[in-house]
């Protein structure tokens, strides 16, 4: 069975800077506070009649596909991974077909698992790929939270933590022997589900419409942080363990750790336990904050620019959250 490989990677975020001192006029906070409690300096939020998680996504999306030596029309399959679609249905896959341009019969696939979602959506992708079914295969991860936060003090617990933004990565066979997505790991723990949550709008009741707008807080994330916490930097290192062992590594072989961007205090907690110095984990949360399923792609795409991945080099992603989810994918790049 062949493998894929990533041929091209993008990312987009939206011109707005909103930093934390802008977040002081909103609600009773600091920036010493939200620096202490998450690592984060600022996000990026999207400008209304501009930006649209569909629209954002294909922005990344081209520019994974220059990378990659393609064009739109040569994807086979889109793998669209948010939690903050721009319909309640239909999904923000076809709209991304839509939005790109390309043929009326190509398929696009929406992905729901939060902060899972990219590295669910890539396994789903890499299997396509590695089956032969397709041979080009567009994983997007973009969010739009800030239309949807909680401003005020009441909800800075979580308002503070989240941004918007999209990444991109094409996935294509690999033409190198051992090279590309050596293998991807998916986990889930549902008894946990409402530990981070947006209750409404919620289908399993009467009246939904109604009854949302007498529930109007459960309209906003509704976190435990402290369970979120506790349980992410066990299952952070469990799931990349998990991958090293599959393929014989260990944790000095790893090259570039991309963890999702969830905490900045998970991450370096994360890169402790896997005893990797500073050199080996990428973290941009202080710029983009939580930027969820676009957190990874995101990232990959900012160290790939960089220069901080090479050709041969073992780069592990990793992500947890909401559902309660966990995932990691190793790469030969």
Known sequence: MRQSEIAGVGHYVPARVVKNADLEQL?????????????????????????????????????????????????QLIVFATLSPDYFFPGSGVLLQRELGLKDTTPALDVRNQCSGFIYGLSVADQFVRTGMYDTVLV???????????KSTNGRNVAVIFGDGAGAVVLRPSSRAGHGILSTHLHAQGE???ELIVKEPSSNRDNRNERMMENKQDLYPLMNGQNVFKHAVVRFPQVINEA??????????????????????????VQQKMGLPN??????????????AASIPLALSEAVQEGRVKRGDLV???????????ASALIKW
């Open 27 to 75: 609600m009773e906070t600091t920036d010493a506070w939200i620096q202490e409690r998450t690592g984060i300096q600022e996000r990026r939020w999207f400008e209304e009649g501009t930006d649209t998680t569909a629209n954002m996504g294909a922005k990344a999306a081209r520019k994974a596909l220059e990378m990659a030596g393609l064009t739109p029309d040569d994807v």
């Open 244 to 269: 090293l062992a599959q393929n014989n590594l260990q944790a000095s072989d790893i090259d570039l750790l991309i963890p999702h961007q969830a905490n900045l205090r998970i991450s370096q907690f």
């Open 316 to 326: 592990c992603l990793a992500a947890f959250g909401s559902g309660f989810t966990w």
């Open 192 to 194: 946990f589900a409402e």
């Open 140 to 150: 997007v991860g973009s969010e739009i939270h800030s239309s949807g936060l909680d």
């Open 279 to 292: 050199e080996k984990v990428y973290n941009n949360i202080m710029r983009y904050g939580n930027t969820t």
